[in-house]
Nanobody, 129 residues
Framework: QVQLVESGGGLVQAGGSLRLSCAAS????????????MGWFRQAPGNERAFVAA????????YYADYVKGRFTISRENAKNTVYLQMNSLKPEDTAVYYC??????????????????WGPGTQVTVSS
């Protein structure tokens, strides 16, 4: 497995921005960070964990949930073993714990939480109105 730790969460006002980072470490079966597709998910109290964004192992393809498209940007810097989520134009409904997740790279990106075997502990994002 790959170890993941999120950072960058906090309290912001509606319309503001945050950049989340997810730092990866560790190896399994000879894999490095570039061997993984990465995803961001979020979970608000009482809700199921929901897909936010995903990025391929080399950053060549990204995919976003409709409710963040145009506002959030996922990126990665493999040399730093880090994936980012730039969140702009934040809304109160974006309030949630945000999780970084990893899965072995595949032919296409996936959006189901069950498809990602490795997870970070999450970071809280709170957007006030």
């Amino acid at each position: 497995q790959v170890q993941l730790v999120e950072s960058g969460g906090g309290l912001v006002q509606a319309g503001g921005s945050l950049r989340l980072s997810c730092a990866a470490s560790g190896r399994t079966f000879g894999r490095t960070f570039s061997s993984y597709d990465m995803g961001w998910f979020r979970q608000a109290p009482g809700n199921e964990r929901a897909f936010v964004a995903a990025i391929t192992w080399n950053g060549g393809e990204t995919y976003y949930a409709d409710y963040v498209k145009g506002r959030f940007t996922i990126s990665r810097e493999n040399a730093k073993n880090t994936v980012y989520l730039q969140m702009n134009s934040l809304k109160p409904e974006d309030t949630a714990v945000y999780y970084c997740a990893a899965r072995p790279r595949g032919p296409w990106l996936t959006v189901g939480p069950n498809e990602y075997p490795d997870w970070g502990p999450g970071t809280q994002v709170t957007v006030s109105s």
